[in-house]
């Protein structure tokens, strides 16, 4: 099924040409090819990241992971998904703070901004590198850099910010 083939909504201000463009765009990235259905699991995303992220450095406020980009989170132009790149962040921002947060205290990403400089070719080695920027009582901010391994090349960067307070004993 075509995306132009389902019931949409139209604007009458936009004319039919951009319309069709727009619908055209989707079906050729594929919006409408139907997921498989190992991919529906719990959790697929996760573990899909986790698979290709390798830790290679822990240090209190500081943290070095490694991976290669793999065929399955490259996008439809041969890089790293831009979705991708916010999974592995999160995933290392957060074990960055917990590098200087407590056991005890709960983490609340309360802000992700991420910059995307360059693309990550498909089977390219990627150094993340993060670190503690502000560590409080109550707030961590942490300071991320994706890098290509062989050139040094910055192709990512963020930050975050995390809110923590103690887990209630119930």
Do not use: W
């Not at 360059?118 to 109550?138: C, F, L």
């Amino acid at each position: 099924m075509k995306a132009s083939d389902r019931e949409v909504t139209i604007s009458k201000q936009i004319p039919e040409s951009h319309v069709a463009n727009t619908l055209e765009f989707f079906d050729y990235q594929g919006a409408t090819t139907v997921l498989l259905p190992n991919c529906r699991g719990k959790d697929f995303y996760s573990h899909l990241i986790l698979g290709i992220l390798q830790v290679h450095r822990v240090e209190r406020g500081h943290l070095t992971c490694l991976f290669s980009v793999e065929p399955a989170v490259v996008n439809f132009y041969g890089g790293l998904h831009g979705g991708a790149v916010a999974a592995i962040a999160e995933l290392v921002l957060i074990a960055c703070a917990r590098t200087v947060v407590a056991e005890d205290k709960e983490l609340f990403l309360g802000e992700l901004s991420l910059s995307y400089l360059s693309s990550a070719p498909a089977k390219a080695e990627v150094v993340v590198d993060a670190s503690v920027v502000r560590s409080g009582r109550n707030v961590t901010v942490i300071a991320v850099e994706f890098k290509m391994k062989k050139t040094s090349k910055l192709t990512y960067t963020g930050r975050a910010t995390f809110y923590s307070m103690p887990i209630a004993k119930l």
